[in-house]
């Protein structure tokens, strides 16, 4: 495991303004040569240098088809750095900006335990009849694993085209590491709450009666995301009573209640798309990160978006790339010194490449970006 060194002291001396003038001439410096990749929960500091940004989904995309780039400097947190590595071509670099920008969800699930879980299953039902499906939120080892055993992975946007892929070859999952959006993908698709267990990685059995685990249809891994974690049912209905007619629209990383309630829900690219589409006037709940809501609500003056909840629902880990940190990976750079470059080890990648690459192909640009309205 590789940790973040603190910046040199003359970083703490520097403004704003002087550190973005020098990204933005460095950033020219490099051309083609380098690409920025945000996802949508980064810092305005930082998104503002953005050559693209995007969710999960089609910034792994973005990954694989930038091959005119030596270096991919990911604003994001580990496992999408970790994904781009994975994807890219021939010689090209991962960096991340701050190797402390992790994600407590992915964290939920280590490869060991995993490991004993598919090993339970394999104990109790045909292996042949079930594939594990990890969300992107994973390690690479997982990922791998997900591979190796025939399944793959899938992010947000398109979970429920991933879903359908397994569901088509007869099989039941084994969905890793988030809970709630693989219950709220799974009701989406019409399997029973009573089909979809969850294993708790610290209990025998994952703490379920053998027949449970036999019967499922989808077996949830006990994980959820603290930040969506934190927006609950009474907000739903607390934004209804202040904002007559407002729509309520979260990211499927929310408790099932919470989605059960909203007019919609979605990936981050789906709740822009759907923001931004609606006409003047509108009034928008949203219950995603905050940095995306305030973008949200500043590029779109003539609506009302407001977050869910009243309190600011921020992803710690993804605070944690700003100016300073991607200044230094830059200057660094432009010196000949890679700092926090993100490598998976090639007999990981190999595996965990044939999971993505199940994803992109049976999600190509476009579909499966847009899971229906839950009535
Ligand atoms: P997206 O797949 O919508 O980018 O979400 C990733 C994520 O980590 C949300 O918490
Ligand atoms: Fe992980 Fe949640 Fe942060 Fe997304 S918002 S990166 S799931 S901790």
Not at 82 to 96: M, N, T
Not at 135 to 141: K, P, V
Not at 283 to 288: C, D, L, Q, R, Y
Request: proline fraction near 5%.
């Amino acid at each position: 495991m590789q940790f973040q060194t603190p910046l040199p002291e003359r970083f703490n001396r520097m403004d704003m303004k002087e550190m973005a003038s020098r990204v933005s001439s460095l950033r020219s410096e490099f051309g083609n040569r380098l690409v920025i990749l945000c996802h949508h929960y980064q810092k305005d500091e930082v998104f503002e240098f953005a050559d693209y940004t995007g969710d999960s989904y089609k910034l792994s995309q973005l990954a694989s088809e930038r091959e005119e780039a030596e270096t991919i400097v990911f604003c994001g947190v580990h496992f999408m750095a970790e994904s781009a590595d994975i994807l890219k071509k021939g010689d090209q670099r991962v960096i991340l900006p701050d190797l402390g920008a992790g994600c407590s969800m992915a964290d939920m699930a280590d490869i060991d335990q995993v490991e004993e879980c598919w090993e339970t299953l394999a104990n109790l039902v045909d292996p042949l009849d079930i594939l594990p499906i990890t969300y992107m939120n994973s390690s690479a080892a997982i990922k791998a694993l997900c591979g190796r055993e025939g399944g793959a992975v899938c992010t947000s946007s398109n979970a429920e085209t991933v879903f359908q892929w397994a569901f088509d070859q007869g099989k039941r999952i084994l969905f890793l590491p988030d809970e709630h959006l693989g219950r709220n993908v799974g009701w989406e698709m019409g399997v029973r709450l009573d089909e979809m267990p969850v294993y708790d990685p610290h209990q025998e059995f994952g703490g379920c009666a053998a027949d449970e685990l036999r019967d499922a249809k989808v077996i949830l891994w006990k994980g959820h995301c603290s930040v969506h974690g934190r927006f609950l049912p009474e907000h739903v209905d607390r934004m209804r009573e202040t904002y007559p007619g407002i729509r309520v629209i979260v990211h499927p990383e929310c408790r099932y209640e919470v989605v059960q309630k909203a007019d919609d829900w979605g990936s981050t690219e789906k709740i822009i798309r759907e923001v931004t589409a609606s006409p003047p006037g509108s009034k928008w709940a949203v219950g995603t990160e905050q940095h995306l809501v305030d973008r949200l609500a500043a590029q779109n003056s003539d609506k009302e978006v407001y977050s869910l909840s009243g309190f600011v629902c921020q992803c710690a880990t993804m605070y944690r790339i700003d100016l300073p940190h991607l200044l230094w990976v830059l200057e660094n750079l432009a010196e000949g010194e890679v700092k926090n470059q993100i490598t998976v080890p090639p007999d990981e990648a190999e595996w965990a490449r044939v999971a993505l690459r199940r994803m992109l192909d049976s999600s190509p640009a476009g579909a499966g970006l847009s899971l229906s309205r839950v009535d």
